[in-house]
């Protein structure tokens, strides 16, 4: 960057240079301006045009800009391709200001610290983290700025980096920050995103900061003084050193990129993994919890059959118990409790709903309040959103199950602070302090008297042009205003003679001379005076209310929390009475037992879609007869559909919902695995059989007593046999892990043998219904084995060419009666193309199959058997 020319650059410089990693908007009026190589990249990013100033002198400086109104859309295209934006603004009213107007830096906008609506979804966290090695373990801190949640935890073990990475891309953190002097690496198969992987996977924007702001000692410091503690034990961080290093680097970065107070910060939570049900990102994918398979099909997912919340809270810990349903027993039957007796009063619940559907997100309304960014309209929605508080206080009164009577007593009513934001608030107040028009009339008689002084000014002004016209005799003489000269007096040149002496000159035109009076500046003071007066107590009265609201930061965060598990709890009752949902038990004996069971996604969307009727299956499992069942049958039979509906019901059940199912009995499940479909991951160079015996290792490696295991056709992205050989070794190897539970969908019958060696391997198959050369996929499960695959049939309904389906027939049943592989020395389709068919043999196979069809065997004499024998080997050698 050249040396600044003037005061203006001269300041932008100073202010640059404090945040050189961050795109520095510059407030100049009503604009948001860049300079040099910043505005490249906005011009680039935003598609935005360059300019240049200072053409004049040689130096042209490259610039850009947005206007400050629409600044905010902007911003949010620039932190969602992973860019940091420190905003600063001016800091003083340009008109009072003597010299250069002072602008400060007010915030820094990143990846992980972005709060605006325009950034994050209102339905989703944004997760900025912090991981810190130290000796055995990693502490790993999170934080949603947007929110207020604080967390920590520590992961151990010699496959902690591998921990701490599924734990970032579990969180989907938009933002890691990190010591310069760790890295850390996953070791054979991947890596951790941290300083040496891409981002871009994960869209995860890597902060290095100096290693000092991760020392113990400052970090204890810095959350104390923010907790306001002289310990942190009673968070349960004692002897938690990596986890506070880990925090405290993370608050260190929020207070230097945020200027608010950061209250809302006022609790920090530690937490085990070991809490919940793992789910990692492969079972999260391959079951389309948040996002489906094909992108055509938004609906084809887990969220959406499930999500019918009406609080962006309630929809945020919906997805949060369905990344991470309960371990706790206690936790889930009282949520189970809730729902049942919410199930039963409709009139109740949908007196709920109504109440839920008056309430805004008053978490993100309140970390905004805390940030200082809150709007006059966020405190309107905070004031809105406290008035259907009462009406569910009032609601759960006549609640008796235990969690909705708890949720009742941590639900504030907030009257007070309703009250107060209900008589200094206008009841629509704009979206920017400087519109004005914030405060009510009555709140301040100060700011009342103002008011009044500024708007009988135009009364005032015609007053006065009516009785300069009268002593003028100048019929024409108007009164005007504008920015630059404020109010002035216009006379046209014709009538200029008619000037009295007392009018002073301001301004000449071409057709038209401007001038003030004694009087008319003394005006101008008083109104210009006021309206200024005016704004700086409405900004005055408007921070101090933020203030307020501020303070009481840790009772809206108390009640926001309640809201959304009553949203949760209300929107599984609803679920429950819509679907005919069944309450489930939890089983202490390892057994698994679904009547009836469907797939809560599938069901729905085939009734939607074509008017089907979801065809429900029973399923049986326990610890000991019947761990492992091997499900054949053919494709779109259904097989697939089983072993996903039998995951999504339990993670269902321990998130706290009814299932969908005639009856449920559950254990609880410590982790469920999956492996589905065939994927390639060619950044990585993986092919899609590597992927395949990559998640089957991770599985095979980590599943223990309470997981359940979800195989779907392993061994197919190999050859056949290999893929056989690989199929078995996995089963017994899951037979041989006691406790393991697992569903093998497969097209190797051969499998189907395991059951009649190992006793706690059972078969089933999904049922088809042949008629008339054509079959019916009846979709039900049933004890046994297949008896064939169908696949020719699938083929045939897909669309192959009817040629190619009889071929493909005649080669089976070939195939099935010689009970011989498929030869790898196929024709290589040479021949008159009108009446070749591909063969499985060569020539010389097929003389030597009719010559042996024509031997009578028991007619060959011995010579003649010789003889016979060295024809057929010369014919061989021939070929």
């Given at each position: 960057?050249p ?6 650059m001269q300041?932008y410089?100073?202010?640059?240079k404090?945040?050189?990693y961050a795109?520095?908007?510059?407030r100049l009026g009503?604009?948001?301006e860049?300079?040099f190589?910043d505005a490249v990249?906005?011009?680039?990013e ?8 200072n ?5 042209p400086v490259p ?8 600044a905010e859309?902007?911003?949010?295209r620039?932190?969602q391709k992973?860019y940091?934006?420190?905003i600063?603004?001016q ?8 010299k250069?107007?002072r602008?400060e830096?007010?915030r820094?906008?990143?990846?992980g610290?972005?709060?605006g609506p325009?950034v994050v979804?209102?339905?989703?966290n944004?997760y900025l983290?912090?991981a810190?090695?130290?000796k055995?373990?990693i502490?790993?801190?999170l934080?949603?700025?947007s ?6 935890t520590?992961l151990d073990?010699e496959?902690?980096e ?13 933002e890691?920050l990190?010591p ?6 996953l070791?054979p ?8 992987a891409d981002p ?6 890597r902060t290095l900061?100096e290693?000092?702001?991760f020392a ?6 810095l959350?104390?003084?923010q907790?306001?503690?002289h310990?942190?034990d009673?968070?349960?961080?004692e002897?938690r050193?990596?986890a506070i290093?880990?925090?405290?680097a993370?608050l260190h970065y929020?207070?230097?990129t945020?200027?608010g ?8 939570s530690y937490?085990?993994?070991?809490q ?8 999260a994918r391959n ?6 398979v094909f ?8 969220i959406?059959a499930?999500d ?6 309630g929809?945020r810990?919906?997805?949060s ?6 371990l706790?027993?206690?936790?889930i ?7 049942e007796e919410?199930l039963g009063?409709l009139?109740?619940r ?7 559907g008056g309430?805004?997100?008053l978490e993100?309304l309140?970390?905004r309040v805390?940030?200082g960014t ?15 508080l009462p009406?569910l ?9 235990p969690?909705l ?9 907030l ?5 107060l934001?209900e ?7 704009p979206?920017?302090?400087a519109?004005g028009?914030?405060?009510r009339?009555g709140y301040?008689?100060e700011?009342d008297?103002?008011?009044q002084?500024?708007?009988t ?5 015609a ?7 009268q002593?003028?005799g100048i019929?024409?003489?108007k009164i ?8 002035y ?5 014709s ?5 009295p002496?007392?009018?002073e000159?301001?301004q000449?035109?071409v057709n038209a001379?401007?001038?003030?009076t004694p009087e008319l500046?003394?005006y ?15 900004m005055?009265l ?5 203030a ?5 930061a ?9 809201v959304?598990?009553?949203?949760v709890?209300v929107n599984?009752a609803?679920?429950a009475?819509?679907?005919e949902?069944?309450?489930p ?6 057994v698994?037992e679904?009547?009836?069971g469907?797939h809560?996604?599938?069901e ?9 009727r979801?065809v429900?299956?029973?399923l049986?499992m326990?610890s000991d007869s019947d761990?492992?069942l091997?499900i054949t ?7 697939s559909t ?5 995951a ?7 998130m706290?919902?009814?299932?969908p199912a005639a009856?449920a009995?559950l ?5 469920i695995y999956t492996?589905?479909?065939?994927s390639?991951?060619?950044a990585?160079?993986?092919?899609t059989?590597m992927?395949e ?7 095979l490696?980590t599943a223990?007593p309470s997981s359940l295991?979800?195989?779907d056709?392993?061994?197919r992205g190999?050859a056949?046999?290999?893929g ?8 017994e190897y899951?037979?041989?892990r ?5 569903l093998f969908?497969?097209h ?6 395991l059951a009649?060696?190992?006793?706690g ?14 079959i019916?996929f009846?979709?039900?499960?049933e004890p046994g084995?297949?008896d064939?695959s169908?696949?020719i049939?699938v083929?045939?309904?897909a669309g192959?060419?009817g040629?190619v389906?009889?071929r493909?027939?005649?080669?089976l049943?070939y ?11 196929l024709?290589?389709g040479s021949?008159?193309?009108g009446?070749?068919q ?9 003389a ?6 024509r031997?009578?065997?028991?007619e060959?004499?011995?010579l003649d058997?010789?003889n016979?024998l060295a ?9």
């Open positions: 960057m040396e600044p020319t003037t005061p203006l300041q410089s100073t202010i640059k404090k945040f050189p795109l520095l908007f510059f009503d604009f948001y860049l300079f190589e990249v906005a011009s680039r935003l598609q935005i045009t360059l300019t240049s100033r053409k004049e002198k040689g130096v610039m850009c800009g947005v206007p400050h109104h629409a859309s902007y911003l949010a620039l932190i992973g940091k934006v420190a600063c603004d800091m003083e009213n340009p008109r009072l200001a003597k250069l107007v602008r830096v007010t820094v906008v990143t990846p610290t972005a709060t325009g979804s209102p339905r989703d944004n983290v912090s810190f090695s130290a055995d373990r502490g790993l801190a934080v949603d700025l929110t207020g949640e604080f967390r920590v520590e073990g496959d902690r591998a921990k701490c990475a599924e734990e970032i891309q579990h969180l989907s953190a938009r890691l990190f310069g002097g760790q890295n850390f690496f070791g198969g991947g890596q951790l995103p941290f300083a040496h871009g996977a994960l869209r995860l924007t900061l290693d000092w702001s113990y000692d400052y970090a204890l410091r959350l104390t003084s907790f306001h503690v310990s942190l009673g968070f349960g961080l002897g050193a990596a290093s880990a925090a405290g993370l929020l207070r230097e945020q200027q107070s950061l209250v809302h910060l006022d609790h920090i937490y085990e993994r070991r919940w049900m793992m789910l990692d990102a492969v079972t079951l389309e919890l948040l996002e489906p992108a055509s099909a938004p609906e084809a997912t887990l959406s499930l019918y919340t009406r609080t962006s809270m929809a810990l919906l997805k118990w369905m990344l991470r349903p309960s706790d027993r206690s936790a039957e009282a949520r189970w409790d809730a729902v919410l009063a009139i109740q949908e007196s709920i709903v109504r109440a839920l309430i805004q997100d993100r309140l970390g805390a940030l809150a709007s006059p309209r966020d405190l309107a929605g905070l004031r809105n959103s406290f008035d259907p009406a206080r009032r609601l759960l009164a006549e609640t008796k199950a969690r009577s708890e949720l009742r007593e941590e639900l504030d009513e009257g007070d602070l309703r009250e934001l008589r200094a608030l206008v009841d629509s107040p979206l920017a302090t519109e028009g914030i405060i009339q301040h008689a700011l008297e103002l008011r002084l500024s708007q000014g135009k009364q005032t002004i007053q006065m042009e009516a009785r300069e016209r002593s003028t019929g024409s003489l005007k205003f504008n920015d630059i000269f404020g109010y007096i216009e006379v046209s040149k009538n200029l003679p008619l000037v002496e007392r009018y000159r301001k000449t035109l001379e401007r001038f003030t500046k003394e101008e003071r008083k109104v210009l005076d006021a309206e200024d007066r005016v704004q700086q107590i409405e005055n408007f921070q101090e209310l933020r307020t609201v501020g303070k009481q840790a009772r809206i965060r108390r009640t926001a929390a309640a959304a598990e009553l949203d709890l599984f609803a679920l009475a819509e679907r949902y069944c309450r038990v939890i089983t202490d004996d390892g698994l679904i009547r009836a469907r809560p996604v599938l729905r969307l085939a009734e939607s879609l074509n008017g089907e979801f429900p299956n029973d049986y326990n761990r492992i091997i049958g053919p494709n779109m039979g259904g097989k089983y072993l996903r509906q039998a999504l019901i339990s993670i269902l059940a321990q706290g919902g009814f299932v009856s009995r254990p609880l499940l410590d982790r492996r589905i479909g065939a390639d991951n060619l990585r160079g993986r092919s059989f992927v015996m990559t998640e089957t290792a991770v599985i490696n223990g295991v979800i195989l056709e392993i061994g190999t056949t046999f290999d056989l050989s690989i199929a078995w070794a996995v089963v899951l037979y041989s006691p406790g393991i539970k697992a969908a497969t190797y019958h051969e499998l189907t043998e009649d060696h190992l006793a391997v059972k078969n089933r198959h999904v049922s088809v219904k042949e008629s008339d050369g054509n019916v009846l979709r039900r499960v084995s297949a064939r169908y696949g049939e083929a045939r309904l192959l060419p040629e389906i009889e493909a027939r005649e080669v049943t195939h099935e009666q010689s009970e011989h592989r498929l030869s790898d020395t024709s290589d021949g008159p193309s009446n070749f591909m063969t499985l043999f060569t020539p010389a196979e097929h030597l199959r009719e010559q042996l069809a031997v009578k065997i028991e060959l004499k011995p058997a010789l016979l024809e057929m080997k010369k014919l061989l050698e021939q070929e």
